[in-house]
């Protein structure tokens, strides 16, 4: 009998201990990462992390603009691409992304807020607009940390005044 309930707590114990590291398995590394998702990523694109390294947020390390010609080549891109809205919504969509150590961008996703910071969508076809334009840069800078290129996390909010962009932020 008390063999049983030995076996029975032991068998227990193991069991609980299982479940718990599943249940913390599926918490991201770092809180913001962004989880591969088959339906709207590339399978192609790379992460360029280990276990000892991760993907630098963009709260951490230095707050350069790492694109070749700073952020006023990005703006210059997006006033010859004339991207607007008929309607003329008021708002800000967030374009946030992954720049692996070799400076090709992945992991796209995109939030919409009206002029009050309230999760909406403001325009469907404007916010697939300014995604397709943000997957179209291609002068991202790899960050270096101690000589080991890094992967980070990157974003672009675009002011949205009367349908049109305003401005864009950082």
Do not use: H
Request: proline letters at 2%; a positive charge.
């Amino acid at each position: 009998m008390i063999r049983a309930v030995c076996f029975f707590a032991l068998f227990s114990f193991v069991l609980m201990s299982c479940q718990t590291e599943k249940s913390m398995s599926k918490y991201p590394l770092t809180v913001g990462d962004i989880e591969f998702d088959e339906k709207l990523d590339d399978p192609a694109f790379k992460r360029c992390t280990t276990e000892k390294l991760v993907n630098l947020q963009y709260y951490q390390g230095s707050k350069e603009f790492d694109y070749k010609g700073e952020k006023i080549a990005i703006i210059e891109k997006l006033e010859k691409e004339k991207i607007s809205s008929e309607t003329k919504t008021n708002g800000y969509i967030t374009v946030r992304f992954l720049v692996n150590c070799e400076g090709k961008t992945g992991l796209f996703r995109v939030q919409q807020m009206n002029a009050e910071l309230k999760e909406t969508v403001l325009d469907k076809e404007l916010g697939d607009r300014l995604l397709r334009f943000t997957k179209s840069l291609d002068g991202w800078i790899p960050k270096e940390i101690k000589g080991f290129k890094v992967g980070y996390y990157q974003y672009l909010t675009y002011k949205i005044e009367n349908g049109k962009v305003s401005e864009v932020l950082p």
